[in-house]
């Protein structure tokens, strides 16, 4: 059974850096694509930042430069740096994982594809 789970969120001022993690566990696929989403109070689920099998990232436009999405693979664990924080970052952060190869541009543009989710860790920037 695979099981995420996520931490490090926080409440920070604006200009402040969180990291997350989410350790996973249990899952057989080796070639998954993993990545970071959020919502916000009253929006939509969006991509934050994805990774491949191969490595390549992608990032939503309004996190480029700031966040940072890495593995570490000796772990099990997937990362995400945010630094420079803003109001705007607030909302829940939910880790993904798919069981198949999918680009990370996909998995960015497509979270109804990933196939595993955590519960999700909460994030609030003041200003």
């Known amino acids: 059974q695979v099981q995420l789970v996520e931490s490090g969120g926080d409440s920070v001022e604006a200009g402040g850096s969180l990291r997350l993690s989410c350790i996973v566990s249990?899952?057989?696929?080796?070639?998954?694509?993993m990545g970071w989403f959020r919502q916000a109070p009253g929006k939509e689920r969006e991509g934050v930042a994805t990774?491949?099998?191969?490595?390549?990232?992608s990032y939503a436009d309004s996190v480029k430069g700031r966040f940072t999405i890495f593995k570490d693979n000796a772990k099990n664990t997937l990362h995400l740096q945010m630094n420079s924080l803003k109001p705007e970052d607030t909302a829940m952060y939910y880790c993904?994982?798919?069981?198949?190869?999918?680009?990370?541009?996909?998995?960015?543009?497509?979270?109804?594809?990933?196939?595993?989710w955590g519960n999700g860790t909460l994030v609030t920037i003041s200003s």
């Open positions: 993904a994982v798919s069981k198949w190869a999918y680009g990370s541009s996909y998995a960015l543009k497509n979270g109804q594809d990933m196939d595993f």
């Open positions: 249990g899952s057989p696929y080796t070639r998954s694509s």
């Open positions: 990774i491949d099998s191969n490595r390549q990232t």
